[in-house]
């Protein structure tokens, strides 16, 4: 794999936010940096449920149908799970979920709760792939996957009641990287048409040049060297070179226009901070309505699953009312 960028010096970072330094200080407790040496450690982490907090009742009391399905994939079989209203009537919007976790942890249940309100009130239809994570499965294993699960879906939406015309895409961290990722193969490849793209906290640049992508070196949560390994996982050699493909990795790509509207948040103090932003900027420049929304004193992933902070409040109020709108078109 790609050696190490011999990082120099670590670029001046804004202060976090005062009510988000204790949850950091327990996230750094609970759950270890991501690296080659942890990464199954992090993996079961997140799999069996982080310590002390519940597990989330997909059926929301019996509001809502979790139905899991197996689908075809690129190489293997996958597996989607659907959340369905079991009230009211469709066909629904399909708000349509990539799991963050840098590609190289997590799994379709992570943060999907998230995405249980809209559900349990009968507004949309949630599914969720299972895609192969790297370094097992590098590029483009991931991101291929994720299109597969999302063809398939559009393909069959009257076995899933579902507006094919209507369909969002979603994703934080590294789920924010595949569902730019998924936007960009289905302009490409002409399906399906999307609505909505909903990038939170995106990983998007391999390149880890930015300013902030570099101001990081064990603080906050996913730091510069956790990022560089994930990247350097994902693409091996390829890495920083001009061979990556702007599906991988979504801040390659020359032309943003044709692209759904976007919804993009990020926090001041993480690694994403930068390329997010160019990001927003290019996408609207090539024509694209974009909500951006930079918060202060976040670190990377501080409203997810997280409600006490005021930011974390306010971010997910902002958050919510454009899914919202998103649903009601």
């Known amino acids: 794999m790609t050696e190490t960028i011999p990082f120099t ?3 001046i970072r804004p202060p976090f936010d005062a009510e988000l330094i204790p949850v950091l200080q ?7 940096r991501v690296s080659a040496e942890t990464l199954q450690d992090v993996r079961d982490l997140v799999a069996n449920g982080l310590p002390g907090r519940p597990a989330p009742d997909f059926t929301a009391g019996g509001r809502v149908r979790v139905d ?3 689908i075809p994939g690129p190489e293997q079989d996958l597996t989607l799970t659907v959340l369905t209203p079991e009230t009211a009537t469709g066909p629904w919007p399909l708000m349509y979920y990539i799991h963050g976790g840098g590609v190289v942890t997590g799994n379709r249940f992570s943060a999907l709760d998230e995405m249980l309100t809209y559900v349990a009130e009968g507004r949309a239809v949630v599914a969720s792939i299972e895609y192969r994570l790297a370094p097992e499965n590098p590029h483009p294993a991931p991101i291929t996957d994720c299109y597969a699960g999302l063809r398939w879906a559009a393909e069959n939406a009257d076995l899933l009641n579902i507006d094919s015309g209507h369909i969002i895409v979603i994703g934080f961290s590294g789920g924010g ?5 998924v936007a960009l193969l289905a302009r490409d490849r002409g399906f399906p048409t999307l609505t909505h793209q909903i990038l939170g906290c995106p990983m998007l640049d391999d390149r880890v040049a930015t300013h902030s992508a570099q101001m990081l070196d064990g603080e ?4 510069r060297n956790e990022n560089l390994w994930a990247w350097t996982a994902l693409l091996g050699d390829s890495r920083g070179t001009d061979e990556v493909s702007p599906y991988a990795a979504p801040a390659r790509a020359q032309n943003l226009s044709g692209l759904p509207r976007t919804f993009i948040d990020v926090g001041s103090v993480e690694g994403f901070r930068d390329e997010a932003i160019d990001y927003a900027q ?3 420049q090539a024509g694209v309505s974009v909500d951006l929304h930079m918060w202060g004193g976040g670190f990377h992933g501080f409203d997810i699953g997280i409600r006490q902070p005021a930011i974390s409040q306010a971010s997910l109020e902002v958050r919510d009312e454009f899914i919202r709108r998103a649903l009601e078109r």
């Open 282 to 284: 290019r996408l609207s």
């Open 26 to 32: 327990a996230f750094g407790a609970t759950i270890p």
């Open 177 to 181: 990287n595949l569902a730019a990722g």
């Open 9 to 11: 010096s670590t670029p």
């Open 68 to 70: 899991e399905r197996t």
């Open 220 to 223: 906050g949560v996913w730091d």
